[in-house]
């Protein structure tokens, strides 16, 4: 019974770590979007007339 519940708890743990990265990374990517966008969308504010 012990050995269940240890073996659960270790698949559990990793899987764990891996949501982990992939939502770091996910998030970094997003972010790196982001500020690229808003830079871009800065820069192409100044050739605007109305």
Not at 5 to 30: D, E, F
Request: charged share 15%.
């Amino acid at each position: 019974m012990n050995e269940k519940a240890y073996k659960t708890m270790g698949v559990t743990g990793a899987s764990a770590i891996a949501v982990g990265i992939v939502t770091l990374v996910t998030g970094v990517a997003v972010g790196v979007i982001a500020i690229v966008s808003g830079a871009r969308l800065l820069k192409d504010r100044k050739g605007l007339t109305f």
